[in-house]
């Protein structure tokens, strides 16, 4: 079964926003009781991590060219986390995912975030950006 369902993404043009949202179908899991995290991944290329919110709700931004643009959050009542993606550019192209966690933090090495950490993942929603 699919534990999380990702939504909002779309064609758009260079400069545009979008705001992913990601929400939970099984019963119990709750974006509030752990970390949870966005990772993306191009076409030919490896997955990367994004962004990630700690359950006490610190944020963390994995790439430098997100950094100011993007922003992760989360709403309790509503269990559903969001990315705002803002002044969005065509190498932002990529399928984007949910990904959730029991852990009290978000889990790096090497300055990435580990994927390995989150058990819990949607199947994707397409962003694509043109110039």
């Known amino acids: 079964q699919v534990q999380l369902v990702e939504s909002g993404g779309g064609l758009v043009q260079a400069g545009d926003s979008l705001r992913l949202s990601c929400t939970t179908s099984e019963s119990g899991l709750n974006f509030a009781n752990g970390a949870s995290a966005w990772f993306r991944q191009a076409p030919g290329k490896a997955r990367e991590g994004v962004a990630c919110?700690?359950?006490?709700?610190?944020?963390?931004y994995d790439l430098d060219s997100v950094k100011g643009r993007f922003i992760i959050s989360r709403d309790n009542a509503k269990n559903t986390l969001y990315l705002q993606m803002n002044n969005l550019k065509p190498d932002d192209t990529a399928t984007y995912y949910c990904?959730?966690?029991?852990?009290?933090?978000?889990?790096?090495?090497?300055?990435?975030?580990?994927?390995?950490?989150?058990?819990?993942w949607g199947r994707g929603t397409q962003v694509t950006v043109s110039s």
């Open positions: 990904a959730a966690s029991w852990s009290e933090t978000c889990v790096k090495t090497n300055d990435a975030l580990v994927g390995g950490a989150f058990g819990y």
């Open positions: 919110i700690s359950r006490p709700g610190f944020t963390t």
